[in-house]
């Protein structure tokens, strides 16, 4: 596992940690240390991982190229531990930001109406 987290020294343990479980669980079709889009579905599904696999393997109408084949580095179809591994912290980052907007919208308060305010308020002072 040391010589697995030197060679993907450029992306945190944690993702490089998700994507040797990932294929621990995926690799299965030919046990060829690479995952193709068949494999992650067959697999991954009902999983702590299913999330991932539908946010990298699902076409996203937004997005001129599927994440899987963004990911997919040498364009071979499949991925092999690195490719995965950077997927994996762009998924995990993905999540914080999903987090931190969530908590930033919860947290925000409601702007205020001037015409609810009734008369005699001044709306620009309360928003000092």
């Known amino acids: 596992m040391a010589l697995l987290h030197e060679l993907c020294d450029a992306v945190p343990e944690a993702a490089v940690d998700m994507a040797q479980a990932i294929f621990n669980l995926a690799d299965r079709h030919s046990r060829n240390g690479l995952l193709t889009v068949s494999e992650m579905r067959s697999y991954l599904g009902g999983t702590e991982f299913s999330e991932f696999c539908?946010?990298?393997?699902?076409?996203?109408?937004?997005?001129?190229?599927?994440?899987f084949k963004q990911a997919d580095t040498d364009n071979d179809g499949a991925m092999d531990m690195y490719e995965l591994a950077e997927a994996a912290a762009e998924f995990q980052q993905f999540q914080q930001e999903q987090a931190s907007a969530t908590v930033a919208l919860v947290e925000s308060p409601a702007p205020l109406d001037p015409q609810e305010l009734g008369e005699g308020m001044d709306a620009e002072r309360l928003l000092e």
């Open 54 to 67: 539908g946010w990298l393997t699902l076409d996203d109408p937004g997005r001129r190229v599927s994440r």
